[in-house]
Nanobody, 128 residues
Framework: DVQLQASGGGLVQPGGSLRLSCDVSGFDSGYYAIGWFRQAPGKPREGIICNNQFDGNTYYGKSTKGRFTISRDNAKNTVYLQMNSLKPEDTAVYYC?????????????????????WGQGTQVTVSS
């Protein structure tokens, strides 16, 4: 079974940094797209960074582009979300999601509805 475990959330001051981790297991081929999403109270779930390992493309959400980056440690099956220059509006529950199935269009990995597997979410609070 595919499982995702997100961790690393917490309280950070504005301007600070935080790194989230997502441990991924269960993809037999080792290939999958990974997405980081977030959801603040009363708002829809938002795509932050989505990486499609199949074609190497990465999508960056407008609100976090230039501040957040994604990386993978394939040996550990762990994906990281490095968050810098954090702002109070970054406060949300952060989720990692993954999918390794075939999709008929190339931009599918940007769409949260195309991900079949989700982690449990980790709270990030940016406040002084």
């Amino acid at each position: 079974d595919v499982q995702l475990q997100a961790s690393g959330g917490g309280l950070v001051q504005p301007g600070g940094s935080l790194r989230l981790s997502c441990d991924v297991s269960g993809f037999d081929s080792g290939y999958y797209a990974i997405g980081w999403f977030r959801q603040a109270p009363g708002k829809p779930r938002e795509g932050i960074i989505c990486n499609n390992q199949f074609d190497g493309n990465t999508y960056y959400g407008k609100s976090t582009k230039g501040r957040f980056t994604i990386s993978r440690d394939n040996a550990k099956n762990t994906v990281y979300l490095q968050m810098n220059s954090l702002k109070p509006e970054d406060t949300a529950v952060y989720y990692c999601a993954a999918d390794g199935s075939y999709h008929t269009y190339s931009s599918w990995y940007k769409d949260k509805n195309e991900y079949g597997y989700w982690g449990q979410g980790t709270q990030v609070t940016v406040s002084s």
